[in-house]
C-alpha cells in the first residue's frame, strides 16, 4: 500500500469527522437521499463524459493511487551503465544475452532495437511514440478524476435546491423549516467532500506518478542512443544523472565510487591468487 496515500486519507477524513463530533451530533450530517444524489449523479455523469475504455481502467487506476508504487530510477540508470560497459567492451550484440533477464517492457524493447542495429533517429521514434501513447492512456485517467471533481459540487448543489423546493413546499409548518434547510445543505457538503477530499487528490497522485514513470522512460531513451553511439559508460551515467534529483545523483556516486572500489578489491585478490 501508498503509505502517502493511506496517511492523507486518515488525516483528512479523520480530521473532518473530529469536527463534525465537535460540531454536534454526526448523525445529523447524514442522509442517505443526499448522498445518492451526488454519488449517482456523479457517477452517471462522468461516465456520459469519457469513452468506456476509460471507465473499464479506473479499478486499475485506484489501485495504482492506493499501492505502493515507486519507479527504481537510480536502478534503472546503473542498469543502463552496466549496458554501456558490457557494450563498449564485447560489442552491442553481446546485449542480446540480456534480454531474456530484462523485466521491464519498455528497456526490453530499448534494448531489442539496439541489438537489432535499428538506426538512432528510428529506435528514439519509436520509443517517443510508446511514451506519447502511455501519455494518453495516464492523462485518460487524469481527466476522469478532474471530471469528477468538476461534477461533485454541481450535483451537491442541484441536491440542494432540490432540498429547499421542498423545504418550500412547508412554508406553512415553521417547525420543519429548519431541519428541511440542514439537509438541503448536506447535499453540498457532500458534493465539496467528494470534489476536494477525493477526485481531486486521486487526479494530482495519478498525475504525479505518471510524471514520474515519463521521466525514467526518457532516461532509459537517453540511455539507450548514449549506448548505440558507443559513448563511455562513464560519460552515460554523467548524462543520464541529469535526471535525477540532487540528492539521489550524490547517491548515485557514492554508489558508484563504492562499487568500483569493491571491483578493485577484487581484480588485487584475483591478481595475488594468480601470482601464487
Known amino acids: 500500500m501508498d503509505v502517502a496515500t493511506i ?3 486518515a488525516i483528512t477524513f479523520g480530521t473532518f469527522f473530529v469536527g463534525l463530533f465537535m460540531s454536534g451530533s454526526i448523525g445529523q450530517y447524514i442522509n442517505v437521499p443526499s448522498l445518492v444524489i451526488v454519488l449517482g449523479g456523479t457517477v452517471g455523469a462522468s461516465i456520459l463524459a469519457v469513452d468506456m475504455s476509460v471507465i ?3 479499478p486499475g487506476m485506484l489501485k495504482l493511487i492506493l499501492r505502493k508504487y515507486r519507479v527504481d530510477a537510480m536502478g534503472i540508470m546503473a542498469q543502463l551503465v552496466r549496458y554501456a560497459e558490457k557494450a563498449r567492451k564485447e560489442g552491442i550484440l553481446s546485449l542480446d544475452k540480456e534480454l531474456k533477464n530484462i523485466e521491464d517492457p519498455f528497456i526490453q524493447k530499448a534494448v531489442q532495437l539496439l541489438v537489432d542495429g535499428t538506426e ?3 529506435i528514439r521514434d519509436i520509443l517517443e511514440t510508446e511514451i506519447i501513447f502511455l501519455e494518453q492512456r495516464h492523462q485518460g485517467g487524469i481527466r476522469y478524476f478532474n ?3 468538476a461534477l461533485a459540487p454541481a450535483f451537491g448543489f ?3 435546491l432540490i432540498g429547499l423546493i421542498a423545504m418550500l413546499a412547508k412554508l406553512n409548518e415553521p417547525d420543519k423549516l429548519g431541519p428541511a434547510m440542514a439537509v438541503a445543505l448536506v447535499t453540498t457538503l457532500y458534493g465539496v467532500i467528494l470534489s476536494n477530499m477525493v477526485f481531486i487528490p486521486f487526479a494530482e497522485k495519478l498525475k504525479g506518478k505518471h510524471e514520474d514513470e515519463v521521466l525514467v522512460k526518457e532516461m532509459v ?3 539507450v542512443m548514449s549506448i548505440q553511439s558507443g559513448d563511455n559508460p562513464r560519460m ?6 541529469t535526471f535525477l534529483p540532487p540528492a539521489l545523483r550524490e547517491e548515485a556516486s557514492k554508489a558508484r565510487e563504492k562499487a568500483k572500489a569493491s571491483t578493485g578489491v577484487e581484480e588485487a585478490g584475483a591478481g595475488a591468487l594468480r601470482g601464487a
Open 56 to 58: 473499464k481502467a479506473v
Open 7 to 9: 496517511v492523507g486519507l
Open 221 to 223: 531513451i537517453e540511455g
Open 158 to 160: 442541484m441536491g440542494t
Open 236 to 241: 552515460v551515467e554523467e548524462k543520464l544523472k
Open 147 to 149: 471530471i469528477c471533481a
Open 120 to 122: 538512432p533517429e528510428l
